[in-house]
């Protein structure tokens, strides 16, 4: 199947630093792509949607001004949380949908991020 | 609006033992698809399966299987002889047919498989 990378793996950061999430789509265009959110025990939770060339869709409750999305490419979108505050820190997973494919859409390993 | 609801929080079983995970749906859409997911301690997602709303064919993969009643809006998965590689939260989720949808998940099912 296809795959998505997502870099960093983990990160630890202070607070008040800016995190930079990045997903990949290493073996296949994805014009929307999908960052998750998920804390501890919990299900995973859509933030944004983010589309190639045009602004992301962010989700009720969710600040776009602290979690900047960017999708500059067929196979690259990035996610950087600004100012992070302890809780920030969760497991941030992207999912990347096969260009004009209804089901095709994979998941990223995800990022575990930690604010001190 | 979707909604993807699994009543068991967390289900325990010995190894060996049959273990059913339940999963009930809730969709406005008649094309839709679900989906089965594993996540482990270490986080990524591994897919299971994915049977879309036309299909009501059950499926059996090794000891997987899977039972899907639209009459019901079900979709339960089974794991037979369960081992102890099993441990680790089951979801089920939810998309409907559309290029930019994303997927709806439920709560999740955390799987532990004693020896």
């Known amino acids: 199947g296809a795959v998505v990378s997502q870099h960093p793996s983990w990160v630890i950061c202070k607070s008040g630093t800016s995190v930079k999430i990045e997903c990949r789509s290493l073996d296949f265009q994805a014009t929307t792509m999908f960052w998750y959110r998920q804390f501890p025990k919990q299900s995973l939770m859509l933030m944004a949607t983010s589309n190639e060339g045009s602004k992301a869709t962010y989700e009720q409750g969710v600040e776009k001004d602290k979690f900047l999305i960017n999708h500059a490419s067929l196979t690259l979108s990035t996610l950087t949380v600004t100012s992070a505050h302890p809780e920030d820190s969760s497991f941030y997973i992207c999912?990347?949908?096969?260009?004009?494919?209804?089901?095709?859409?994979?998941f990223g390993p995800g990022t575990r991020l930690t604010v001190l | 609006a979707q909604k993807v609801t699994q009543a068991q929080t967390e289900i325990s079983v010995v190894e060996k033992e049959d273990v059913t995970l339940d999963c009930v749906y809730e969709?406005?859409?008649?094309?839709?698809?679900l989906f089965w997911y594993k996540q482990p301690p270490s986080g990524e997602l591994v897919f299971l399966i994915r049977?879309?709303?036309?299909?009501?064919q059950n499926e059996i993969s090794g000891r997987y299987s899977w039972n899907f009643q639209k009459s019901t809006s079900s979709f339960n998965f089974t794991i037979t002889a369960s081992q102890v590689v099993d441990s680790a939260v089951y979801f089920c989720a939810l998309t409907k047919l559309s290029f930019r949808q994303n997927f709806v998940f439920g709560p999740g099912t955390r799987l532990s498989v004693l020896p």
């Open positions: 969709t406005r859409d008649t094309t839709y698809y």
């Open positions: 999912s990347a949908r096969l260009a004009l494919s209804y089901n095709e859409q994979f």
């Open positions: 049977r879309n709303s036309f299909d009501e």
